[in-house]
């Protein structure tokens, strides 16, 4: 069985700069949610999408955006970057919508540095 | 305002010591999830309890939920150096199942 996978695991961008985050998911799971997490504190969720549709957001403005492949795998876009982007970004699986009663599967996150 | 408070915040304690670590919220959750951390890495899920009032342990770790499931707590026995992380809870709303909420989590430090 396949984990979840992320890539980059670093990356540095520079304020205004674009940036894209992948992820595979975990083999047999068709939902992929995606969290910001800053140094010391927890996960915020910012979006998740089930069947290649966005279903749920959090508090994140539009210049975070995503897709879903028919893979199941997807990406998380972050247009001008500003210096409070800079985080984990973390990737999570599930089957179904709330998995088994919200069971969450993470890969093991892209490290984002905007100078 | 955090939906889901995590106490203590940092927790440094000598092997074979015990402790507990608490998740408390003012909302209900149909179900929460425990989850550990190491540096650079994914968390990684403990365990997920459902039934206010479920015990269930997983080796020398006992996760309890509350009996209105607006709480859990988490007792780890002869705490070993292996057991050094980052202790997440996370909780799924029945209005939002699709969202996990989590909390800022419990350093915990386990020196030999």
């Known amino acids: 069985e396949t984990g979840v996978t992320q890539s980059p695991t670093h990356l540095i961008k520079t304020r205004g700069q674009q940036v894209t985050l992948r992820c595979s998911s975990q083999?047999?799971?068709?939902?992929v949610s995606w969290y910001q997490q800053a140094l010391g504190q927890g996960p915020q969720f910012i979006f998740q999408?089930?069947?290649?549709?966005?279903?749920g957001r959090g508090n994140f403005p539009p210049r975070f955006s995503g897709l879903q492949f028919p893979n199941y795998s997807s990406e998380l876009n972050v247009n001008a970057l500003e210096l409070d982007d800079s985080a984990l970004y973390l990737c999570a699986s599930s089957s179904g919508l709330a998995g088994v009663w919200g069971e969450l599967f993470f890969g093991e996150g892209s490290r984002l540095t905007v100078l | 305002t955090q939906l889901l408070e995590q106490s203590p915040q940092f927790l440094s304690i000598q092997e074979g010591e015990n402790l507990t670590v608490y998740c408390n919220s003012s909302?209900?959750?149909?179900?929460l999830q425990w989850y550990r951390q190491e540096p650079g890495e994914g968390p990684v899920l403990l365990v997920t309890?459902?039934?206010?009032?479920e015990v269930k342990k997983l080796k020398r770790l006992t996760f309890q939920f509350g009996d209105a499931r607006k709480d859990s707590s988490l007792h780890i026995t002869a705490a070993q150096p292996g057991d050094t992380g980052l202790y997440l809870c996370a909780g799924t709303l029945h209005t939002n199942a699709g969202k996990s909420t989590f909390g800022d989590g419990t350093t915990l430090t386990v020196k030999p």
């Open positions: 909302s209900v959750f149909s179900s």
């Open positions: 083999s047999g799971h068709n939902t």
């Open positions: 309890v459902v039934t206010g009032g």
């Open positions: 999408y089930y069947r290649e549709e966005e279903n």
